[in-house]
């Protein structure tokens, strides 16, 4: 894996304002795999992702891509490696596909060279990848949020960075659209052996799509490896405050979180809910041992 | 989602798609500004040609280039030809910076003359016509100092590590509404010819706009107007939002601020040619896109405040002849109604536009 780039953060402390988000935290993002930030709410996992891809000063600490700190990078030369898809990026009013995804080039063209062939290559590229190239002359304006969250991932596609972070990407979109997202994501960092950083909330998701995940509480890191070595009964717990039980996921074979809430569904108490009851007897309750 | 049918398309590569959807989207812009311009070049025209001193449509060219007997070349020349010039780069400069700044704010309700850089102007001009009195030099420096000082003012305030740029608009519009008070004040403490004088100039009118006027706001849209086409790339890549355009490598806060500082230029020079002439840059812009449908417009909306100043002082010069509207009063009525349509709009949809 030598010869891709390695995005490292050391000591790095990150803070809104006076609020600090995270303190003093150390992280290697392995090259060429797909690694997904999960935790709870406010737990920093967006604000890392921001800190990782310079859109947030550090406090303290430094980001570095191959040893260079990407603060002292001109913005421009990093932007041609290092790509962020934000949560919330803004299509302005009116704007086509095309065009849209025309603008990930930016860091690519100068004040004098602003269109050319290899910008059109990767544009064609990007759209072909993620299947929205009949696309390309619709406004954004008009069309659905899973084809639009493909537009933005062209977009992000067409900058051609080796190193892409997406901050949730499948935020807003149905279930058949986050799996779809998911696996274009597989697939681009298969084919092109990109590095992809994800912030995700679906901790089942990050499981089975992620090489790498790390888990993250009150700015720091709890956790962090390969999803069936990490993810247990007592992680969840301490990442969450959620009890549940962990089962092999029937597809894919990698840790499935089981909530248990308070509650085991409205049937549960039910007394002709037999097959529920019958169901629910295999499962061991609250703080049951397996 | 509909999967996107790519067999449903005659056969063409990818590349060939993308460089047609390119030139697509450049195509329409194109067509738009050569009719624009044309539009300008006819009420331009037809500004020279018509008043107490008829010239022919025919005529116009000519007389303007200096040909013709020596009446038509005169009136032509020294006294219809200044005045169009001046409301063709009172609307060129009030155009396009109505488009920076509200796609640098992403809202369409931030315009210089929503916002309060035109006050800012107004402001020192009514200060330098009710304390000095009409010396051109000062009246022109002091509201494009007044829009440029407003400008800054306005970013200071708004300032929290970053410009956002919803509180650009709320700290202008507060500013605005500051600034035009003390207008009043100033001008119910002049005496009654010079508070006479600063209220036609605060209606903005291109009544008084001779050449003198018309070298320092040409010479200022000269140097401004191709800087803010050398940034307008940047500009492209922040309107996806700060940190995508961080992400993309564009240094967001300096690139704002630049930006920001043409379009006060810009807003300044228009206002100390003509007083604060309403609405233009509010309006310009969304027509200008309206038109293009393209996300970003320069030089359309430069184009659409130009033939929007030249058509309404035409009519405000013609419509009660001889006695003459200004023209930021035919703007001001076209523009009130626009406003409270995308007001509504907005309410509606709950986002600016």
């Known amino acids: 894996m030598s010869d891709r780039l390695t995005l490292r953060a050391e000591h790095l402390r990150l803070a809104y304002e006076r609020l600090e988000v995270v303190a003093d935290l150390s992280v290697t993002i392995p090259p060429a795999r797909i ?56 299509a302005p009013e009116g704007i086509t596909v095309a065009d849209l995804v025309g603008r990930g080039r930016y860091p690519h063209q100068t004040w004098i060279r602003q269109w050319s062939a290899a910008d059109e290559q990767a544009v064609a590229d990007a759209l072909e990848s993620t299947d929205t190239l009949a696309l ?62 994800l912030v995700l909330h679906d901790l089942n998701h990050a499981c089975r799509y992620a090489h790498h995940l790390i888990a993250m509480r009150g700015g720091a890191i709890v956790a962090e490896g390969r999803p069936a070595e990490i993810v247990t009964r007592e992680l969840v717990q301490q990442v969450f405050q959620l009890r549940c039980q962990i089962a092999p996921d029937p597809v894919s074979g990698t840790p499935m979180v089981i909530p248990i809430g308070r509650h085991n569904g409205v049937f549960a108490d039910e007394p002709d809910a037999v097959g529920l009851h019958a169901a629910r007897s295999h499962t061991p309750t609250a703080g049951g041992s397996p | 989602m509909a999967t996107a ?23 329409r812009p194109r067509r738009v500004c050569l009719v624009l311009a044309a539009a300008t070049f006819a009420v331009f025209c037809v500004s020279v040609s018509v008043g107490d001193y008829p010239i022919a449509l025919t005529d116009v060219i000519p007389a303007m280039l200096g040909f013709g007997d020596q009446a038509t070349v ?30 640098v704010a992403r809202n369409p309700l931030a315009s210089p003359d929503i916002l309060g850089v035109l006050y800012g102007s107004a402001v020192v001009a009514i200060l330098v016509i009710t304390t000095i009195g009409t010396s051109f030099a000062l009246l022109y420096g002091g509201a494009l100092a007044g829009a440029l000082a407003m400008g800054v003012l306005v970013y200071v305030l708004a300032y929290r590590s970053g410009v956002s740029p919803y509180r650009f608009v709320l700290v202008g519009m507060s500013l605005g509404l500051m600034a035009s008070s003390a207008t009043f004040v100033l001008i119910t403490r002049a005496d009654i010819y010079s508070a006479a004088q600063a209220t036609v100039w605060l209606t903005g009118s291109l009544n008084s706009a001779g050449w003198e006027t018309v070298l320092p706001t040409g010479a200022l849209a000269l140097v401004l107007v191709p800087a803010t086409l050398v940034l307008s790339g940047r500009l492209r890549t922040l309107q996806l939002g700060d940190d995508l355009g961080r992400g ?15 379009a006060m230029g810009l807003a300044g020079a228009g206002t100390a040619a003509a007083g604060p002439v309403a609405f233009v840059a509010f309006m310009a812009a969304p027509i200008a896109r309206r038109l ?51 007001l509504a709009r907005t309410n509606r949809v709950g986002r600016g536009g």
């Open chain 2, 5 to 27: 049918d790519v067999t449903a398309l005659p056969a063409r590569s990818p590349r060939e798609i993308v460089a047609r959807a390119h030139a697509a989207s450049r195509a």
């Open chain 2, 292 to 342: 293009t449908r393209a996300p970003l417009t320069l030089v359309p909306s430069a184009l659409t405040g130009a033939l929007l100043v030249l058509a309404a002082d035409l009519l405000g010069r013609r419509l009660f002849a001889p006695a003459e509207i200004p023209v930021g009063v035919i703007t001001g009525i076209a523009g009130a109604p626009y406003l409270l349509w995308l």
């Open chain 1, 136 to 197: 390309a002359e619709r406004p954004v304006d008009e069309l659905s949020g899973g084809q639009r969250q493909r537009v933005w991932i062209a977009m992000a596609l067409a900058q051609g960075t080796e190193i892409m972070l997406l901050d949730e990407p499948t935020t807003f979109l149905d279930l058949t659209h986050q799996v779809e997202v998911l696996d274009l994501l597989v697939d681009l960092n298969r084919r092109d052996r990109r590095t992809i950083v």
């Open chain 1, 35 to 90: 690694t997904a930030i999960v935790g709870a709410n406010a737990c920093g996992k967006s604000t890392l992702l921001r800190g990782l891809a310079r859109l947030l000063k550090p406090v303290a600490g430094t980001v570095q891509l191959d040893g260079r700190s990407i603060h002292e990078l001109p913005t421009k030369e990093l932007a041609a490696r290092l790509g962020i898809l934000p949560q919330t990026p803004i």
């Open chain 2, 248 to 262: 993309l490598g564009v240094e967001v806060e300096r690139s704002r601020l630049a930006l920001l500082m043409a």
């Open chain 2, 74 to 103: 005169i009136v032509a020349q020294d006294l219809r030809l200044p005045r169009a010039v001046n409301g063709l780069l009172v609307g060129a400069v009030l155009g396009i910076s109505g488009a920076i700044f509200q796609a």
